[in-house]
């Protein structure tokens, strides 16, 4: 069965250390708290708002070991007052875990985002 996973971290800035410390962190997270492999992960894709364009955050997921996963990287929309600096993912993942049982995971700032399901 195929779940779709939710998560999102805001940033401290817009650098590369930054983006990729964020997203690392995303990424682990979203793993840990759903018991997932890379080899459970069918493929990610990662949004970032318009003011974080210092790198891609799929380069995070690379370095934790997403080799053969599709990766894709995209911008979020520039919706006017919407919360700055945030990597959001969207990851499709082969479980047997029933819907109510998947984690989204919302860190940061990006906690306001969903606050029904941030953890």
């Known amino acids: ?8 971290i805001q940033v401290d800035a817009d650098d590369r250390d930054s983006i990729i410390a964020g ?6 997270e979203v793993m840990e708290r759903n018991k997932l492999t890379t080899d459970d992960v069918i493929s990610v894709i990662f949004t ?10 799929a380069l995070a997921a690379r370095k934790l070991g997403f ?23 969207m990851a499709h993942v082969a479980t047997d875990r029933p819907r109510q049982e998947i984690h989204h995971v919302y860190l940061r700032g990006a906690a ?3 606050v ?3 953890q």
């Open 1 to 8: 069965m195929v779940r779709a996973v939710r998560g999102a």
């Open 23 to 28: 997203t690392t962190e995303l990424v682990t």
């Open 48 to 57: 970032a708002t318009p003011d974080l364009t210092a790198e891609f955050p």
């Open 67 to 89: 080799h053969d996963v599709p990766l894709l990287c995209a911008s979020e929309i520039d919706v006017p007052g919407a919360l700055p600096r945030v990597v959001r993912l």
């Open 112 to 114: 306001a985002l969903r």
């Open 116 to 118: 029904d399901i941030a």
